[in-house]
C-alpha cells in the first residue's frame, strides 16, 4: 500500500550563506561565482535539484549543507562516524539552515560516490555482531556487489519514510534503467514524507515533477524549468 502523504512542510525550509562572516570572497570556495551569489536558496517542499556543467559548486555546496547537518564529509547515515570533516573557515561555517519546528527527520543519509563502500564496510562492521542485519541485502556483503548493485540496494534497502536525503550524482553507477528504478523508489519516498536535495547530470532523474531545479553557473544560482535545462533539449534533440 501507497503510504500515507503527510503534510507538504519540509524539514529544512532553506540555505542561507552569513556572508559577514566570510573573511575573503577570493580563496575556495567562496571564490566559485555560483556560491559567490548565494544568499538564501529557497528548498522545495519535496526535491530540490542542483545542476550545471562540471565545477560550478554542485558537490561543495551539498557537502556543505551536508557538514552544518552533521554528516561525515564523504557520505553515510547519521551514524557513520569516520572523522571526515572539513578544515574550520570552510563553506559549512558560513551555511545556515533553516529547519521546521515541527518536522524532524527520522534518518537521513548523504550519498555520495565513496559513500558506498563506507556504508557497505559499515554494515560488515555490524553483521560481524548480528549477521541479520545483511538478511535484506540477500544475507552478503555489498562490498560483494557491482557499485551501481550495491547503490541501489542501499536505496531501496536502507531508504526509509520520513527521512532526509542529501544526494551526490546518484545515476554516477546506474545504467538508464536503473535511474529508472531510483526515480521509482523518489516517488515513492516523497509521498512517504521523505525530502530531497539532489545534485545531478541525469535527464532521467530531473524529469522527477514535484520538484525545484537550480542551475549553478557563471552568474549565480537560477531557478530553471525542466524544459529550460540543457539535459532536457539534448535528450530531446537526440
Ligand atoms: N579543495 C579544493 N581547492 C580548490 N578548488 C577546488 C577544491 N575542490 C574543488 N575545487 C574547485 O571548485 C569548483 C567546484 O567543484 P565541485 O566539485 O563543487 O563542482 P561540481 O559542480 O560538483 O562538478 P561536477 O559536475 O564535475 O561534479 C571546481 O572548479 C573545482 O576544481
Ligand atoms: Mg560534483
Same mark, same amino acid.
Given at each position: 500500500?501507497?503510504?500515507?502523504?503527510?503534510?507538504?512542510?519540509?524539514? @529544512?525550509?532553506?540555505?542561507?550563506?552569513?556572508?559577514?562572516?566570510?573573511?575573503?570572497?577570493?580563496? @575556495?570556495?567562496?571564490?566559485?561565482?555560483?556560491?559567490?551569489?548565494?544568499?538564501?536558496?529557497?528548498?522545495?517542499?519535496?526535491?530540490?535539484?542542483?545542476?550545471?556543467?562540471?565545477?560550478?559548486?554542485?558537490?561543495?555546496?551539498?557537502?556543505?549543507?551536508?557538514?552544518?547537518?552533521?554528516?561525515?564529509?564523504?557520505?553515510?547515515?547519521?551514524?557513520?562516524?569516520?572523522?571526515?570533516?572539513?578544515?574550520?573557515?570552510?563553506?559549512?561555517?558560513?551555511?545556515?539552515?533553516?529547519?521546521?519546528?515541527?518536522?524532524?527527520?527520522?534518518?537521513?543519509?548523504?550519498?555520495?560516490?565513496?559513500?558506498?563502500?563506507?556504508?557497505?564496510?559499515?554494515?560488515?562492521?555490524?553483521?560481524?555482531?548480528?549477521?541479520?542485519?545483511?538478511?535484506?541485502?540477500?544475507?552478503?556483503?555489498?562490498?560483494?556487489?557491482?557499485?551501481?548493485?550495491?547503490?541501489?540496494?542501499?536505496?531501496?534497502?536502507?531508504?526509509?519514510?520520513?527521512?532526509?536525503?542529501?544526494?551526490?550524482?546518484?545515476?554516477?553507477?546506474?545504467?538508464?534503467?536503473?535511474?529508472?528504478?531510483?526515480?521509482?523508489?523518489?516517488?515513492?519516498?516523497?509521498?512517504?514524507?521523505?525530502? @530531497?536535495?539532489?545534485?545531478?547530470?541525469?535527464?532521467?532523474?530531473?524529469?522527477?515533477?514535484?520538484?525545484?531545479?537550480?542551475?549553478?553557473?557563471?552568474?549565480?544560482?537560477?531557478?530553471?524549468?525542466?524544459?529550460?535545462?540543457?539535459?532536457?533539449?539534448?535528450?530531446?534533440?537526440?
Amino acid at each position: 500500500m501507497r503510504p500515507r502523504p503527510p503534510d507538504r512542510e519540509p524539514f @529544512f525550509h532553506c540555505v542561507k550563506i552569513q556572508w559577514d562572516q566570510v573573511e575573503s570572497k577570493d580563496r @575556495f570556495p567562496f571564490s566559485i561565482p555560483a556560491i559567490q551569489n548565494i544568499e538564501v536558496l529557497d528548498l522545495h517542499p519535496a526535491v530540490t535539484f542542483l545542476i550545471g556543467e562540471n565545477g560550478k559548486g554542485k558537490s561543495t555546496l551539498l557537502e556543505a549543507i551536508a557538514v552544518r547537518l552533521d554528516f561525515e564529509a564523504t557520505g553515510g547515515d547519521a551514524e557513520a562516524n569516520f572523522g571526515q570533516r572539513p578544515l574550520d573557515g570552510g563553506l559549512h561555517d558560513a551555511i545556515r539552515i533553516r529547519s521546521s519546528n515541527f518536522r524532524r527527520p527520522a534518518d537521513r543519509f548523504f550519498l555520495r560516490a565513496e559513500t558506498v563502500f563506507i556504508l557497505a564496510t559499515q554494515l560488515d562492521r555490524k553483521a560481524r555482531k548480528d549477521p541479520q542485519v545483511l538478511r535484506r541485502f540477500g544475507s552478503q556483503s555489498l562490498h560483494n556487489r557491482s557499485h551501481g548493485e550495491a547503490f541501489l540496494a542501499i536505496v531501496q534497502n536502507l531508504m526509509k519514510q520520513e527521512s532526509f536525503f542529501l544526494l551526490d550524482e546518484p545515476e554516477a553507477a546506474l545504467s538508464p534503467s536503473r535511474q529508472l528504478a531510483v526515480l521509482k523508489e523518489i516517488d515513492w519516498l516523497v509521498p512517504a514524507g521523505c525530502r @530531497f536535495v539532489i545534485a545531478t547530470h541525469s535527464p532521467i532523474l530531473l524529469a522527477y515533477p514535484d520538484s525545484r531545479i537550480y542551475e549553478l553557473g557563471d552568474h549565480g544560482v537560477t531557478e530553471v524549468k525542466y524544459e529550460e535545462t540543457e539535459h532536457y533539449k539534448l535528450t530531446r534533440s537526440s
